[in-house]
C-alpha cells in the first residue's frame, strides 16, 4: 500500500537522520512535490532550507575526516573534531524540533535567538577550521598516510557514476548548486572547490574548503532573510506540522486527517536532484490514481554509485589503507542497503 507525501517526507526525514545526513533526501522530495505542483517556497523558506542544509554538509564533513584521522590514531585531532561536530549536532537536533523539513515552507522563520547563536557558531568554527587545517593538512604523518592513496581520476569517477567531493578531487568541475542550482542558490555566491590528483588527502583537504564556503552560504542566507517575511506559501498550510498543540481535539484531529489523506498532486511523475553530502541525491516517484498516494519513491545517494567503485579504490593498497581510502570517499553502508 502507497503512502501519502507527508508519510514519505516523515519516512525520508527518520532515513536522514539515520544515515547521518539531515536535510538530504527529504530536501530532495520537498523541492520535487513543490515542481509537480508547480508552486514555490517563498524566498524566505528556501534561504533556511539551504542555511539548515549547509549545516548539515558542515557536520558531515567533519565527521567523515574524523573517521580518517581515528583509523591514523590521531588522538588530539579526533578530539579537535569531536568538540567542533558537537555545536553542529545541537543546531540540528533545535532545527529538526522546530524547523522540519516540509514543502511549500516552514511554519515559523529562524527566532532572532536561533540565528545569534548561529551567527557565534560560524565565527567560532571559522577559526576552529584554520586551526584544523594546520594541523591535519600540514601533519607528516597524515601525509604519509593519505597521499596518493586511494586514487581515481576523473575519467574514472565519471565511468562509474561518482559525484561530490570525489569527483572535484580528481578535478571534475560539477556541482548541482552551481552547474543547476535549486532554491536561492543562484542568488548566491560562493566557489566550487576543484582538486586535481584524486587522493585521499585531496579529498580531505577539498572538505575543509567546502567547509570555509559553507561559511559563507550560511552567512549570505542569513543576511538575504528578511524580517517578519512569512516561510510558507498558502498551499504549504495544508500540510499540518506535529508541533501542533495537541492539547486542542481539533488539531490533533486537523493532523490525523492530513497525515492520512496528503497533498493533491497532479498525475505526474516525481524528480528532483540535489547536491547531497556525499554526492548527487535524487529521489523518484510516481502519483498513483487517487492522486494522493505515491507509487514506488526511489531515492539515490551518493554513496550507491561509489560502492561498485570499492574493488577498483582497494587493488593494490595494503591493508591498513583500506579504512583511510573508505572513510576518504565517506561511504555510508546505511544508504546503499535501502
Sequence with gaps: MGKNAVQCLERLTAFDWDTGAPYNTSYAFALALEDVVGESAPMAAQLMRMSLSEISRI???????????????????????????????????????????????????????????????????????????????????????????????????????????????????????????????????????????????????????????SIVIIRQCLDLLVEDAFPMSCLGKQIVQKNLDKQSSSAVMKYACSLHKGVFLPRKHLHKKIEGIRGETSVFAGVQEDQYTLDNVNIRTGAYFKFQAVEFLLRGYMYTDIGVILASFDINTKEADR
Design 59 to 213: 557536520k558531515g564533513h567533519l565527521t567523515s575526516i574524523q573517521s580518517i584521522a581515528s583509523l591514523i590514531s590521531f588522538g588530539p585531532i579526533t578530539n579537535l573534531l569531536s568538540e567542533t561536530i558537537a555545536p553542529f549536532h545541537k543546531i540540528l537536533l533545535l532545527a529538526d524540533d522546530t524547523y522540519k523539513m516540509r514543502p511549500f515552507g516552514f511554519e515559523n522563520s529562524f527566532s532572532e535567538a536561533f540565528i545569534d547563536h548561529l551567527k557565534k557558531t560560524l565565527d567560532w568554527f571559522e577559526k576552529k577550521l584554520d586551526q584544523l587545517s594546520k594541523k591535519l593538512l600540514r601533519n607528516p604523518i597524515f601525509k604519509m598516510r593519505t597521499v596518493d592513496i586511494g586514487l581515481i581520476s576523473k575519467g574514472e569517477c565519471l565511468s562509474m557514476g561518482i559525484t561530490g567531493v570525489a569527483l572535484r578531487a580528481s578535478g571534475g568541475q560539477w556541482d548541482l548548486r552551481h552547474k543547476a542550482p535549486y532554491d536561492a542558490y543562484h542568488h548566491i555566491s560562493f566557489q566550487v572547490s576543484i582538486g586535481t590528483v584524486g587522493d585521499a588527502y585531496e579529498r580531505t583537504a577539498l572538505r575543509i574548503e567546502e567547509m570555509r564556503q
